[in-house]
């Protein structure tokens, strides 16, 4: 479990994903004046340099935020309009950086305690004993620090503990590695015990599409889940290349229960961006599902 290290991954396709995402589902539910309780199950180290270490090992920042970032300019240059969604996400990651370079990436953790409101708070959990020193330090020196709390500690055992927030308004990000294939069987236990406490909360799971079963069989599961306590969901999936044999990521998901009504709009502008950015050798393509239920 503990050679998992999000920075290899920072700033790929599947984090441009998830935190487009997250970013309109925070937005979403901040247009109420009421306290909002943020959950991040696996928060990592919150931030990294895509200029040193893991990063430049794995290069996956290559194919996802900085050919994202090319596009874009490309865009600006011939007066192309770019989707809003996409546009305050790359605002979020910019707002790390100075004006004209893209050297940091910022997690989820960075990310949501950018967007604290001086009435929300984000609780954020990490096993992983040198992550969770970073994001200690990291999250320190912010000035939201005081609204945030760390936690290392088993995530999936401790959410149901969690919900519902007293204010009764609550977004969870739930994104391990999945390295360990036990993580899918704990996140669909947890989801079970949140959703029987909290039924109106907004879940938001992030998942690499895999050629593995229990992959595979996820967002099916957890349609499932969602139709046995009556709620809404939204599944979405990326998909960057389609080249058998390779090892890298090629496709990820995201599926959302209880889902803001503005969501499958918001992405069904930003996918087809997002594949033509983002798409290698004509792979890219995208997945884009919902359900409303009938209470």
């Given at each position: 479990?503990?050679?998992?290290?999000?920075?290899?991954?920072?700033?790929?396709?599947?984090d441009?994903?998830?935190?487009?995402?997250?970013?309109h589902?925070?937005?979403?539910?901040?247009e109420?004046?009421?306290?909002?309780?943020?959950?991040?199950?696996?928060?990592?180290?919150g931030?990294?340099?895509?200029q040193?270490?893991?990063s430049?090992?794995?290069k996956?920042?290559d194919?996802?935020?900085?050919r994202l970032?090319?596009y874009?300019?490309?865009c600006k240059?011939t007066?192309?309009?770019?989707p809003?969604?996409?546009?305050?996400?790359?605002?979020c990651?910019?707002?790390e950086?100075i004006?004209?370079?893209?050297?940091t990436?910022?997690g989820?953790?960075?990310i949501?305690?950018?967007l604290?409101?001086?009435q929300?708070?984000?609780k954020?959990?990490?096993?992983?004993p040198k992550?969770?020193?970073?994001l200690?330090h990291?999250?320190g020196?912010?000035k939201?620090?005081?609204?945030?709390d760390?936690?290392?500690?088993?995530?999936?055992a401790?959410?149901?503990?969690l919900?519902?927030p007293p204010?009764r308004?609550?977004l969870v990000?739930?994104?391990?590695?999945?390295?360990d294939k036990?993580?899918?069987?704990?996140l669909?236990?947890?989801?079970?015990?949140a959703l029987?406490?909290f039924a109106?909360?907004?879940?938001a799971?992030?998942?690499?599409?895999l050629?593995?079963?229990?992959?595979?069989?996820l967002?099916?599961?957890?349609?499932?889940i969602?139709?046995?306590h009556k709620r809404s969901?939204?599944?979405?999936?990326?998909?960057?290349?389609?080249?058998?044999?390779?090892?890298r990521l090629?496709a990820?998901?995201m599926?959302i229960?209880?889902?803001?009504?503005?969501?499958e709009?918001?992405l069904?502008q930003?996918?087809?961006i997002?594949?033509?950015?983002?798409?290698?050798?004509?792979?890219?393509?995208?997945?884009?599902?919902?359900?409303?239920a009938?209470?």
């Open positions: 479990m503990f050679s998992y290290r999000h920075a290899f991954h920072a700033g790929s396709h599947a441009i994903l998830k935190h487009l995402t997250l970013i589902l925070v937005n979403y539910l901040q109420k004046p009421g306290a909002l309780t943020m959950v991040d199950t696996h928060a990592g180290a931030i990294y340099n895509l040193d270490g893991f430049t090992v794995s996956e920042a194919g996802g935020i900085f970032m090319q874009i300019d490309t240059r007066n192309t309009p770019i809003e969604s996409i546009q305050e996400y790359v605002g990651i910019e707002a950086n004006e004209g370079q893209l050297s990436y910022p989820s953790p960075f949501l305690a950018r604290l409101r001086p929300d708070r984000l954020l959990f990490e096993l992983h992550e969770i020193d970073i200690r990291k999250i020196e912010l939201q620090s005081k609204r945030i760390i936690y290392a500690e088993d995530s999936f401790r959410l149901k503990g919900v519902p204010s308004r609550g990000l739930i994104d391990p590695s999945y390295e036990q993580d899918y069987r704990f669909e236990v947890a989801m079970e015990q029987q406490r109106t909360g907004c879940y799971v992030w998942y690499p599409v050629s593995r079963r229990e992959s595979a069989a967002p099916d599961r957890l349609k499932k969602a139709a046995a969901w939204l599944h979405t999936e990326l998909r960057v290349e389609n080249a058998p044999g390779e090892r090629q990820s998901g599926f229960i209880n889902p803001p009504w503005t969501l709009k918001h069904a930003a996918l087809p997002l594949t033509k950015a983002l798409g290698i050798n004509g792979g890219g393509q995208f997945v884009l599902k919902s359900f409303e009938k209470n």
